[in-house]
């Protein structure tokens, strides 16, 4: 085993000659154990050298590079399947599956995609963004296989973080029902099951996973299943001394043939071990201890602040245009403030995260009240049911999500929130276009949120009305959401007073003819310019629900065209609440509804996203002018 360690990222392509011999996962079949290190060594540095190009998942990649080369080594893929879990372990995965030159084009517009889909290689079994995911697909897989009289094997290849999810201990509950050929694979990169991989411990993984013991303990379950009480007595012998020694024994329970731990990093005992587990029938589950940010010493000494990586022209370009004296925060940053100040005042408050501390800028809340802190793992459903039980106890939480997690609770957001009437405040984090694209881009939140009685939905347009609608938000007595983009704002300086807002009320920013335009969030800043140019009325909105009808009712009596603008899908949306409130009213009136459209919308620079959408002030302007133009016409067609 390597102990390589880049201590830079490369600015020039490394000389890779073995795995440039690699074009498809087949042609790994031609090296010998002893030339496997050398390729895990030059796909290590061609992914550091990659990804500080274009920016992207990095340390997760970097702890599985054995491990790809194995399971690539051992199985027939794709005619077996490798189902990831989550997608940012994948980088190396998409290096040996034919994709090695695209990288460069990693997270582009119309580049190779930042995570497993399945449109873009075969190799790519299932589609995968969010975590948690792949157990019950590869289960999903196995079956269909048998069903089909198909010869395949199905691995999922799952993380320690990943695992914690409701979704994949369903799945495992379920697996040993089915009897499936499936491997489930373990990734252990956060010391959270073993703390150290021994020598009795690698000792015992080889004799569990050996074709010998294999075939005695499958010969004795035939025998013994005839003599009850001898059978249960060997398989507790055999239970207790899996104990002893492997902490397998939850996975044994659930009917999965325990084996490991492992490390990770031993690509002669990896390739050795799947090459004795790929036969074997029934659910087998191997548990591998890995190293985050293997390879390159920055991403091993801080596996969280290496999870992502900018790529080094950005970095740069940044530095040079940033001005001195000026420090603008990000959204995240206002609301991590926010959440100190406010615990300071009121000790009834806790901080809820499903593993987004860092994202969610809740460092120091955890370090000035780790009392009041709680990071539930990766388990949105769990996180809302936990708060809304603090709630019914008098407790104030705060959960701070990002919005495209919080789709994976929209069931408990409803029957253990809102119906209940429970007093939980949603900071909802990365509204609106990512760059990683449609998995990650939180252009849903507006349409399933307003549909929901009892919660509040608010939309920040600046950096100050982000800290005004969080306090508005957590004095409401009630669910409140409030929904803000991911970094940073227009630069408006924040009050630190706590202040409210009034619920249900926009405001008037500027006053004009013709047209009004009704802009909610992130979409203020971009209407304002087209308003200067047009002379129209600007209101910024404030509240998705409920909705200033009184507004909205004055601004259609009083111009001609109604234009409603929202980062957020226009099916369903903020637009469509405004279209309600006229119908209601029995105003008609020319309307406009601008949002996301119809469809997923590919990873790209949110900028670049924006425009493609029609929601830069260009695109804006145009889709105004388009219409006032069609309304002339038949306006005087029908004179």
């Given at each position: 085993?390597?102990?390589?360690?880049?201590?830079?990222i490369?600015?020039t392509r490394?000389?890779?000659?073995?795995?440039?011999?690699?074009?498809?996962?087949t042609?790994l079949?031609?090296?010998?154990k002893?030339?496997?290190?050398?390729?895990?060594?030059?796909?290590?540095?061609?992914?550091?050298?990659?990804?500080g190009?274009?920016?992207?998942?990095?340390?997760?990649?970097?702890?599985v590079?054995?491990?790809?080369?194995?399971?690539?080594?051992?199985?027939?893929?794709?005619?077996?399947?490798?189902?990831?879990?989550?997608?940012?372990?994948t980088?190396?995965?998409?290096?040996l599956?034919g994709r090695?030159?695209?990288?460069?084009?990693l997270?582009q517009?119309?580049?190779i995609a930042?995570f497993?889909?399945?449109?873009?290689?075969?190799?790519?079994?299932?589609?995968?963004?969010?975590?948690?995911?792949?157990?019950?697909?590869?289960l999903?897989?196995?079956?269909?296989?048998r069903?089909?009289?198909?010869?395949?094997?199905?691995?999922?290849?799952?993380?320690?973080?990943?695992?914690?999810?409701?979704?994949?201990?369903?799945?495992?509950?379920?697996v040993?029902e089915?009897?499936a050929?499936?491997?489930?694979?373990?990734?252990?990169?956060?010391?959270?099951?073993?703390?150290?991989?021994?020598?009795?411990?690698?000792?015992?993984?080889?004799?569990?996973?050996?074709?010998?013991?294999?075939?005695?303990?499958?010969?004795?379950?035939?025998?013994?299943?005839?003599i009850?009480?001898a059978?249960?007595?060997?398989?507790?012998?055999?239970?207790?001394?899996?104990?002893?020694?492997?902490?397998?024994?939850?996975?044994?329970?659930?009917?999965?043939?325990?084996?490991?731990?492992?490390?990770?990093?031993?690509?002669?005992?990896?390739?050795?071990t799947?090459?004795?587990?790929?036969?074997?029938?029934?659910?087998?589950?191997?548990?591998?201890i890995?190293?985050?940010?293997?390879g390159?010493?920055?991403?091993?000494?801080?596996?969280?602040?290496s999870?992502?990586?900018?790529k080094?022209v950005?970095?740069?370009?940044?530095?040079t245009?940033?001005?001195?004296?000026?420090?603008?925060?990000?959204?995240?940053?206002v609301?991590?403030?926010?959440?100190?100040?406010?615990?300071?005042?009121?000790?009834?408050?806790?901080?809820?995260?499903?593993?987004?501390?860092?994202?969610s800028d809740?460092?120091?809340?955890?370090?000035?009240?780790?009392?009041?802190?709680?990071?539930?793992?990766?388990?949105e459903?769990?996180?809302?049911?936990?708060?809304?039980g603090?709630?019914?106890?008098?407790?104030?939480?705060?959960?701070?999500?990002?919005?495209?997690?919080?789709?994976?609770?929209?069931?408990q957001?409803?029957?253990?929130v809102?119906?209940?009437?429970l007093?939980?405040?949603?900071?909802?984090?990365?509204?609106?276009?990512?760059e990683?694209?449609?998995t990650h881009?939180?252009?849903?939140?507006?349409?399933?949120l307003?549909c929901i009685?009892?919660?509040?939905?608010?939309?920040?347009?600046?950096?100050?009305e982000?800290?005004?609608?969080?306090?508005?938000?957590?004095?409401?007595s009630?669910?409140?959401?409030?929904?803000?983009?991911?970094g940073?704002?227009?630069?408006?300086?924040?009050?630190?007073?706590?202040?409210?807002?009034?619920?249900g009320?926009?405001?008037?920013?500027k006053?004009?003819?013709?047209?009004?335009?009704?802009?909610?969030?992130?979409?203020?800043?971009?209407?304002r310019?087209v308003?200067?140019?047009?002379?129209?009325?600007l209101?910024d909105?404030r509240?998705?629900?409920?909705?200033?009808?009184?507004l909205?009712?004055?601004?259609?009596l009083?111009?001609?065209?109604?234009?409603?603008?929202?980062?957020?899908?226009?099916q369903?949306?903020?637009g469509?609440?405004?279209?309600?409130?006229?119908?209601?009213e029995?105003?008609?009136?020319?309307?406009?509804?601008?949002?996301?459209?119809?469809r997923?919308?590919?990873?790209?620079?949110?900028?670049?996203?924006?425009?493609?959408?029609?929601?830069?002030?260009?695109?804006?302007?145009?889709s105004?002018?388009?219409?006032?133009?069609?309304?002339?016409?038949?306006?005087?067609?029908s004179?």
């Amino acid at each position: 085993m390597s102990d390589h360690t880049f201590e830079e990222i490369p600015l020039t392509r490394p000389e890779t000659p073995l795995l440039d011999r690699v074009n498809s996962p087949t042609d790994l079949k031609d090296f010998d154990k002893s030339q496997l290190q050398q390729l895990c060594d030059e796909l290590r540095h061609f992914l550091i050298y990659t990804v500080g190009q274009t920016g992207g998942h990095f340390g997760a990649g970097l702890g599985v590079v054995e491990l790809t080369v194995a399971l690539h080594h051992i199985f027939d893929t794709p005619q077996d399947k490798l189902v990831w879990d989550v997608g940012h372990q994948t980088y190396p995965h998409k290096i040996l599956t034919g994709r090695r030159e695209e990288m460069q084009n990693l997270r582009q517009p119309n580049g190779i995609a930042p995570f497993p889909v399945r449109e873009e290689s075969d190799f790519d079994t299932f589609g995968v963004g969010h975590s948690s995911t792949s157990i019950s697909a590869a289960l999903g897989m196995a079956i269909a296989a048998r069903m089909k009289g198909e010869e395949q094997r199905t691995v999922a290849i799952i993380g320690d973080g990943a695992i914690t999810a409701g979704l994949a201990f369903e799945a495992l509950n379920h697996v040993s029902e089915t009897e499936a050929n499936l491997l489930v694979i373990l990734n252990d990169n956060a010391m959270s099951i073993s703390r150290n991989v021994g020598g009795l411990s690698r000792y015992f993984a080889r004799i569990l996973s050996s074709r010998l013991y294999l075939s005695m303990r499958e010969g004795s379950k035939k025998i013994l299943s005839r003599i009850p009480k001898a059978w249960e007595l060997a398989r507790r012998t055999e239970e207790h001394m899996k104990g002893m020694v492997v902490p397998g024994t939850l996975f044994d329970e659930l009917g999965l043939n325990y084996m490991g731990p492992i490390d990770g990093h031993d690509i002669e005992t990896l390739v050795s071990t799947l090459g004795n587990i790929k036969d074997l029938k029934g659910p087998q589950f191997l548990h591998i201890i890995t190293q985050k940010g293997k390879g390159y010493r920055p991403a091993e000494a801080s596996p969280v602040g290496s999870h992502s990586l900018s790529k080094i022209v950005s970095n740069i370009k940044l530095n040079t245009a940033e001005k001195p004296g000026i420090n603008v925060p990000s959204y995240s940053n206002v609301f991590g403030s926010w959440l100190c100040d406010m615990a300071e005042v009121d000790t009834r408050l806790v901080g809820i995260t499903p593993a987004m501390k860092e994202g969610s800028d809740m460092v120091d809340f955890e370090e000035r009240f780790p009392d009041r802190y709680f990071d539930v793992a990766i388990a949105e459903q769990h996180s809302l049911t936990f708060a809304a039980g603090l709630a019914s106890q008098g407790i104030k939480p705060v959960v701070a999500i990002y919005s495209t997690f919080l789709q994976r609770a929209f069931d408990q957001l409803i029957h253990d929130v809102a119906i209940q009437n429970l007093d939980v405040t949603f900071a909802i984090d990365r509204a609106g276009l990512l760059e990683d694209g449609p998995t990650h881009s939180g252009v849903f939140d507006l349409s399933f949120l307003r549909c929901i009685p009892n919660i509040i939905v608010m939309a920040p347009s600046d950096e100050n009305e982000t800290r005004m609608m969080l306090f508005t938000g957590y004095t409401f007595s009630g669910p409140a959401a409030i929904r803000y983009p991911r970094g940073k704002g227009p630069g408006t300086e924040i009050n630190k007073q706590m202040q409210s807002i009034e619920i249900g009320k926009g405001r008037i920013l500027k006053k004009g003819k013709s047209v009004a335009i009704l802009a909610f969030g992130s979409m203020v800043s971009p209407a304002r310019e087209v308003a200067e140019q047009i002379g129209a009325t600007l209101a910024d909105m404030r509240f998705v629900k409920p909705l200033d009808k009184t507004l909205i009712k004055k601004l259609a009596l009083d111009h001609d065209l109604i234009v409603t603008i929202e980062e957020n899908s226009v099916q369903g949306g903020a637009g469509s609440g405004v279209n309600e409130v006229l119908t209601e009213e029995g105003i008609l009136i020319e309307t406009l509804n601008l949002g996301v459209p119809d469809r997923f919308v590919q990873q790209d620079k949110p900028e670049n996203m924006l425009s493609e959408c029609g929601l830069d002030s260009k695109g804006i302007l145009r889709s105004i002018q388009s219409r006032q133009s069609n309304f002339k016409k038949n306006s005087f067609t029908s004179h």
